[in-house]
């Protein structure tokens, strides 16, 4: 069953689109470089800025991007906000989907995932796919390679980390074109709406999977509902979201703070910076939680 949300809606567009979509696609002038330690989000922005004709070096892009050198930890926010600076528009949407991804490709649009580096790691990684045959995608991996190819069931199960993250830059005369590519999912609310259903599903289906309530956490957070949301939160904390994940994600502390589980955030964000002491998300929600506590006790 397609996961695309204007389909559950009864939309036609996606099963005409695929219909007419060419069986092998490559973009051209795409970048390459072999990243240094933590680098990958440098690396993806040189190649997609690459694409559409503007030059950045790696040292330029993680200057501009990280925190202090070596930060093992550049967002999705910050990667798009880098990319603006070069006059790019991004959207970064989640649930998505390899139909998603070849209607996008086939369009002249790279797309950049956030994916776990490999199976059984937890480490986060950003890649960009820029081509696809039948049943598998070509990517540029900042450390795998220039031409890495994923089948699609492997390209989905290392995506599940992230619940099917994407980024897609594009110049702003091109927004109404990648508007009707994602459909409803253009809105920002429509699609917390299409993750939090598929959330549901996947719950569902895998209820042991810590990813698959943290993403149906994040979209119950986002949608409003912070009280439900901080017992999603709990959840995929109790079945064993590594420590590394909360340097990369920190919803579940946003959550706590708003539903006023402030001893929660406190004691989980003390046991990450011990892991990773400069992250500046971390101390700003362990700082939060200190003072809410302080005030309590006070």
Partial sequence: MT???WLILGASWSCSAAATLPASVTLKNIRHDDQAL???????????????????????????????PGDPQVTSLELARYLGRAGLQSVIRYAGDAELLRALVAAGYPVVVQQRLQRGSDVAHFRTVYGYTAGQFLISD??????????????????????GEYLVAFPP???????????????????????????????????Q??????????ATLRLGDAALAS?????????GVPTMYYLYR?????????????????????????????????????????????????
């Fill in 173 to 207: 005369a091109k927004a109404a074109d990648v508007q009707r590519i994602l459909g409803s999912d253009y809105s920002a609310a429509a699609n917390w709406r299409h993750l939090q259903m598929h959330g549901a599903q996947d719950v569902k289906a895998r209820p």
């Fill in 142 to 163: 900042p450390l795998l390679g220039p031409a890495l190819r994923l089948s699609d069931e492997r390209l989905a199960e290392l995506w599940a980390y992230y619940n």
């Fill in 3 to 5: 996961r695309r949300w």
């Fill in 231 to 239: 017992e999603y939160f709990e959840r995929a904390v109790n079945l």
């Fill in 38 to 68: 933590n680098n990958c989000a440098p690396v993806t922005a040189l190649t997609v800025l690459g694409y559409y004709g503007a030059s950045v070096t790696q040292a330029q892009a993680a200057a501009a991007m990280k925190d202090y």
């Fill in 250 to 298: 920190q919803e579940a502390f946003e959550a706590w703070t708003h539903a006023g589980r402030h001893d929660r955030t406190h004691s989980v964000t003390g046991r990450a910076l011990r892991a990773f002491p400069r992250s500046k998300e971390l101390q700003y929600f362990r700082a939060l939680a200190s003072k809410a506590l302080g005030q309590a006790g006070g």
């Fill in 209 to 218: 999977d810590p990813y698959a309530w943290w993403g149906l956490a994040k």
